[in-house]
């Protein structure tokens, strides 16, 4: 039985990504790679929810998680379906998987040059400054690295 199929049926059968690949002697990582969808679908789910989170609704452009709704009791062809899947930010794709939001750390701030307002970046450096008052346009460049945040 090819190594891909064997991955995929231990998934469908409730399996988690470290029980497979400690059975079949590989990495977490490359256990989920060999499942994960292809690009071309990953690209139609990310158009398909317009580069956002279909949860939370924040822009997440190639950076968004590619999520599986169902995972077990599924057939081979539906598990990489683009009906099971949705595109999450990092934040939503955690708790869909049950992990506190407290457990990711953001540290790079952006700070708009003309109110001085400063914010945690999730995932890309807006436009226009954050802050409803102000609404300045912002060069990308405009971001400072924090290490207290």
Avoid at 5 to 13: A, E, G, S, V
Avoid at 15 to 36: D, E, F, N, P
Avoid at 71 to 100: F, I
Avoid at 120 to 136: D, G, H, T, Y
Wanted: hydrophobic share 35%; net charge positive; charged share 25%.
């Amino acid at each position: 039985m090819e190594v891909k199929t064997q991955i995929l049926r231990l998934r469908l059968d409730g399996q988690t990504y470290q029980y497979i690949a400690k059975r079949l002697g590989m990495s977490r990582q490359r256990v989920h790679q060999l499942i994960s969808p292809p690009l071309a679908i990953r690209i139609f789910v990310a158009r398909k929810y317009h580069a956002r989170c279909s949860k939370c609704k924040i822009f997440v452009g190639k950076s968004g998680h590619v999520h599986h709704k169902n995972s077990v009791g599924l057939q081979e062809n539906q598990y990489n379906d683009v009906h099971n899947l949705v595109l999450l930010c990092k934040v939503c794709h955690r708790t869909a998987h049950g992990l506190p939001k407290s457990a990711i750390k953001e540290k790079t701030v952006g700070r708009c040059r003309k109110c001085g307002w400063t914010w945690k970046l999730r995932v890309i450096n807006p436009k226009k400054c954050p802050n409803q008052m102000c609404q300045a346009w912002m060069p990308l460049r405009e971001q400072v690295k924090s290490s207290k945040v």
